[in-house]
């Protein structure tokens, strides 16, 4: 098996492309090729302890480059598809970039797939095409009500791979988790912006009153789901992956809080983001009846070891804090 990640140097793609090879012997995976355009969130030192792993290469490429697609594809028989710009408070300001990577891109890989004859896609989404729900949790079912410029070319990018299984017959899956937490994460979603900031002495910002409701996922937990969905996901089928935790953002704060040794003078209340989607929350009891899915990590202890990987690791972080903007309040996304 020759497998191809984008996005494989960004947060939840490295983690995943660990996985694959940690839990694959060399007679499963002959070779795993990352392509990955190492945008702000993309860091080829996320990937520094696979790098000597001799199924294990790495490109630096737009996914929107054609010709270089053509280069890679050869080989590859299945493709999980991370990249994407993903920062909801960025899609407000230049929506054409998550047009660009989330939309053409996405279609410039489904067309390379058809080309190279690959045999399984996945294609890695997000809970926010589905909108905002006051009550209960979304089944695969329901339709897309995207109120962003990152969750529209999300759905955007969902309806075109689907649409290449029901043309072209390609083996597409999609994937769609709730919000993602864990190490390396890039600071500008609101798990490690908080960490880091109160590590550092400073206050937080947090959106509104803190009512907005996400369900959280461990990094772990949700490469997991995708492993499960690229060995037995059905083409053509839509897979929810969940963390079974849903929270208020002003809980969240608070448990973040205590585990960085803070309290609540260190929050700053900041106007509330335009759109701000009141509440997510998916039904993966597809992905647990079909395939066996199941998160293992609850968040209480997934926090106290993120918490305690940030302070363990400033090095990896800190450099990225000076070059953040630092703007009120951070998406709470992967």
Not at 68 to 75: E, H, R, V
């Amino acid at each position: 098996m020759h497998v191809l990640v984008t996005g494989g140097a960004g947060f939840i793609g490295s983690h995943y492309v660990r996985k694959l090879l940690r839990d694959f012997g060399p007679d499963e995976l002959s070779a795993l090729t990352v392509v990955d355009k190492l945008t702000y969130a993309g860091r080829r030192e996320n990937l520094a302890d696979v790098e000597h792993d001799a199924r294990f290469l790495f490109h630096r490429v737009d996914i929107n480059d054609t010709r270089m697609l053509d280069d890679i594809f050869p080989g590859v028989d299945t493709v999980v598809h991370f990249a994407a710009e993903s920062h909801v408070d960025r899609s407000l300001e230049d929506a054409g970039a998550f047009v660009r990577t989330n939309i053409l891109g996405t279609q410039a890989l489904l067309t390379a797939a058809l080309r190279h004859g690959v045999q399984k896609f996945v294609h890695v989404s997000t809970d926010e095409v589905y909108g905002s729900i006051d009550r209960g949790s979304w089944p695969e079912t329901h339709p897309l009500q995207p109120n962003s410029p990152y969750s529209a070319s999300k759905a955007s990018s969902d309806l075109l791979a689907l649409a290449h299984h029901r043309t072209h017959g390609l083996d597409v899956s999609v994937t769609r988790c709730s919000n993602n937490y864990g190490p390396m994460q890039f600071p500008e979603k609101i798990i490690p912006l908080f960490v880091t900031r109160l590590l550092d002495g400073e206050s937080v910002p947090l959106y509104g009153d803190g009512a907005n409701i996400r369900d959280w996922l461990h990094v772990e937990d949700h490469c997991q789901g995708v492993d499960l969905v690229r060995m037995k996901g059905r083409a053509g089928e839509i897979y929810n992956i969940g963390g079974g935790t849903e929270l208020t953002n002003r809980e969240l704060t608070g448990m973040l809080l205590e585990a960085c040794g803070a309290d609540w003078s260190r929050v700053r209340r900041v106007p509330d983001r335009k759109g701000h989607d009141l509440r997510y929350s998916v039904d993966w009891s597809k992905a647990r009846d079909e395939l066996g899915y199941a998160p293992r990590h609850s968040l209480a202890l997934g926090l106290d070891s993120v918490v305690q990987w940030y302070r363990d690791n400033p090095q990896w972080w800190r450099p990225l804090v000076q070059g953040t903007a630092t703007r009120p309040g951070a998406a709470v996304l992967r």
